[in-house]
């Protein structure tokens, strides 16, 4: 099974830092990783699908590019409401693994 | 506006059995291949189960497999998942979620509030 391993698993940046988010798969994807907005005691929300689309809704201050096995999750100006847990996710076969997740802070 | 309300979870004892259920409204069911999801407490999300739209075709995490069965009733607009030979570690609140695009590999855009599962003696 492909593994999704996220980088770093915690970060602690100043609002209006620019910050990155990495995810690796252990075998090539195409273009099908995902991510994902959890915040505190809330459902996951969709940011961005197919590596770089912005799912409908989401502020142009996140971006996704990468593909095959390297992405990144770009917040170009970090916000207060951007603390939260962000997950990628692989959906191009079963099984469609999570990685382990990576948490925001404000420093 | 899509609509997903799971129900079901309890407090359970190790070795036991539980049916969670998730109630879709706002969109066409049987269209849309649908999954549950879960957390346990404090950790990451984990992908338990998809199902296709007519039942026909289904996927299991390894952690599950053999003990979970996911299931639906598209004419209620209803998902399932059986959960048998329950263990500590399936504690967790459980998530039904649809896809984003119908007939293709997509993600998640819609996701229930979940339901808490407690697997203890």
């Known amino acids: 099974d492909v593994q999704m391993t996220q980088s770093p698993s915690s970060l602690s940046a100043s609002v209006g830092d620019r910050v990155t988010i990495t995810c690796r798969a252990s075998?090539?994807?195409?273009?099908?990783l995902a991510w994902y907005q959890q915040k505190p005691g809330k459902v996951p929300n969709l940011l961005i699908y197919?590596?770089?689309t912005l799912h409908s809704g989401v502020p142009s201050r996140f971006s996704g590019s990468g593909s095959g096995t390297d992405f990144t999750l770009t917040i170009s100006s970090l916000q207060p409401e951007d603390v939260a847990t962000y997950y990628c996710?692989?959906?191009?076969?079963?099984?469609?693994?999570f990685g382990q997740g990576t948490k925001v802070e404000i420093k | 506006e899509v609509q997903l309300l799971e129900s079901g979870g309890i407090l359970v004892q190790p070795g036991g059995s539980l049916r969670l259920s998730c109630a879709a409204s706002?969109?066409?069911?049987?269209?849309?291949?649908m999954n549950w999801v879960r957390q346990a407490p404090g950790k990451g999300l984990e992908w338990v189960s998809t199902?296709?739209?007519?039942?026909?075709?289904?996927f299991y995490a390894d952690s599950v497999k053999g003990r979970f069965t996911i299931s639906r009733d598209n004419s209620k607009n209803t998902l399932f998942l059986q959960m048998n030979t329950l263990r500590a570690e399936d504690t967790a609140v459980y998530y039904c979620a649809k896809h984003l695009i119908i007939g293709v590999p997509s993600p998640y855009d819609s996701w229930g509030q979940g339901t808490l599962v407690t697997v203890s003696p």
């Open positions: 075998q090539g994807i195409s273009n099908y």
């Open positions: 197919a590596a770089s």
């Open positions: 706002g969109f066409t069911f049987s269209n849309y291949a």
């Open positions: 199902m296709d739209t007519s039942g026909a075709v289904t």
């Open positions: 996710q692989k959906y191009n076969s079963a099984p469609r693994t």
